[in-house]
Structures are given as structure tokens and as C-alpha cells.
């Protein structure tokens, strides 16, 4: 799953949107655990009103308060936002847990867009550790059976169970190395130009994994 993206930044949802920007981090975050594709706006009513029960879906499946041990899932929020403004204000509201591709990366999220059809919004593509599509798009899903859906997709993920391994190996905490310090300037700091027009892709083969 990590191969997903190779060479790219993944944004923790925190206060200062720390970087996960090496391979190992990204791997540890994703490894045997289902991952779901976000696609959406914030200044989309139906993005909104479908936002709030994302929510409530991941929260369940996560938070201590609901479960002890959080379940094998992760989300990554591609927007489709106007400004970075917007998907920050809308992220300031989101779980914590949630991964973000970096508004900058206006040609990668059109990839992402092309390589697994999405053309409406919202969309939640859910796939297996292994890059298999598991769902194209799964809101409605979600909206019909809360929770539940995760166990459908649970069922044929090829999820290796850890359930007999102790809770705290299950902590958001990414290990940092000793050469931290060499890890380059956060993200938001090193702005790339945005490219103010980009050929449209065509999806050829939708089944890409």
C-alpha cells in the first residue's frame, strides 16, 4: 500500500501538520491495515453533511471511548478544496487520526482522481494493504451500515489479525531516527507553485491494482 506513494508527503491532521515524508514512516502508518481514499470539498453541502458521518464512522472504529483497541484503518483526505484555508478549517474539526495529501499537490490528487475514477464527490475508495480495490466508492455504504461496512471489507482485506499483540503497539507515535535532524523543512514552508492548468488525464484502465 505505501508504494501508493513513493516520493510523496502525507500530512498528520495536528495542529502542525507534521510530515510523514519517508518511506518507513508512511509504511508503518499503513501496513496491514485498510485504507480508505477521502475525496471531497468542505465547501460542498453534500461533502459537508457526508463529512459528518465519516466522522462519526471513523471515531467509532478508532476511539478508545468506543472500542479498546482501535480497528486496522486508515484515511487519507484528498481534497478537492478551493484554498488551503478551506481544507484547514475543515480538517480543524476532523479526527486527529486522519492522514492529508498537501494541498500543493494539485497533480498528484489528479492522479489519485484519474487512477481510480472518481469523478463525483464525495468518494471513498476503499482498498486492501495489498492496493486492491475493495470499493470504488463506498459512501453510501458507510452512510447504510456505520461501522458494520468495516467488517465487510475487513472479511476480504487479507488483514493479518493482531489481536494478540498488546494495545500500545498500536500508538499514532511514529519512532523517529537519530537523523532526524536531517530531515527537511516542514512542508508548508517550502510552498511549490501551483500549476494553474494541467491536461486532462483519461481513465483508461480503471482497475489499476
Known sequence: ???LFTGRILLQNNSSQDELDTEREISQ????RVLLLFFGASQSPTCQDFAKVLKEFFIRLTDEFYVNRAS???L???SEDETEEQQDDFLRDMPK???VVPFEEDTFKRELEVMFGVEDI???VVLKPS???????AVDEIKRLGPAAFKNWQEVADI???DFLPPDYFTDQVNRSLTDFLRRPKYKLEKKKKNDGHEEEENDEKGFF
Open 160 to 162: 493479518v489479525n493482531r
Open 122 to 124: 464525495p468518494t471513498v
Open 131 to 137: 492496493g486492491q480495490v475493495i470499493s470504488w466508492n
Open 76 to 78: 487519507v483526505y484528498v
Open 97 to 99: 487520526k486522519w492522514l
Open 29 to 32: 502508518r499503513l501496513e496491514n
Open 1 to 3: 500500500m505505501a508504494e
Open 72 to 74: 486496522q484503518v486508515v
